[in-house]
């Protein structure tokens, strides 16, 4: 059956430091790959999108890999700071744009 | 200006009850989602709506049924509430065509409470 494992529930960072999440999915041919945060209380916010032609994409502090070999997207901040603490999402999508979300990963960037 | 809009923003009824959730997107999106969210916060799709193309998750109840009056509105109706029914539904939109892949815009989510 399909799976998406997003790799720890929460994580705690330092501020400063490079924040790694990490998306894994089995029995899945995603064509893209996008990620997303929520806040407590609100809808999730678009993040990233990665094709599955594509190995990498940025956007400011922000970075998205996508290895369709292994099966994982990593989402990476840099620089961390407080303000980035909040529920990171992955969510799968095929071309018939059916979509599939990660349970998210809760990332606390601590001061 | 609030770009996906759903209303109420809490709901409280009793098991049995039928009630709609309104959601309102002024993007111009041709394709409007419905999520569930439920305590362990898995967000899951329950229909996608494009051109009057209607998408179901096969996992609904058939007691859930999205109604669009026009392409800026998808609102939900669910019938004989139940209490597993208690989550916060989630509306998005994004931009249509099938092929490509376009960020999903969230409403605010309804927090729904089933007694």
């Known amino acids: 059956s399909q799976k998406i494992e997003q790799n720890s529930e929460a994580l705690n960072i330092q501020e400063g430091k490079t924040a790694t999440l990490t998306c894994n999915y089995t029995?899945?041919?995603?064509?893209?790959l996008q990620w997303y945060r929520q806040d407590p209380g609100r809808g999730p916010v678009f993040l990233l999108l990665i094709r599955e032609n594509e190995k990498e994409k940025r956007k400011e502090r922000l970075k998205v890999t996508f290895d369709t070999t292994l099966k994982q997207s990593l989402f990476h901040i840099t620089a961390s700071q407080p303000a980035d603490s909040a529920t990171y999402l992955c969510a799968l999508e095929d071309y018939g744009q059916n979509f599939v979300f990660g349970p998210g990963t809760r990332l606390s960037v601590l001061p | 200006d609030t770009a996906v809009s759903q209303t109420p923003k809490y709901l409280v009824t009793q098991m049995g009850n039928d009630k709609s959730i309104k959601c309102e997107q002024n993007l111009g999106h041709d394709t409007m989602y419905w999520y569930k969210q439920d305590s362990k916060k898995f967000l899951k799709i329950m229909f996608s709506?494009?051109?009057?193309?209607?998408?179901i998750n096969e996992t609904v109840p058939n007691r859930f049924s999205p109604k669009s009056p026009d392409k800026a509105h998808l609102n939900l109706h669910i019938n004989s509430l139940e209490l597993g029914d208690s989550a916060v539904y989630f509306c998005a939109s994004s931009q249509g065509d099938r092929g490509y892949s376009y960020e999903q815009y969230f409403g605010p989510g309804t927090r729904l409470t089933v007694t």
């Open positions: 029995n899945y041919s995603p064509a893209y």
């Open positions: 709506y494009n051109n009057k193309e209607l998408i």
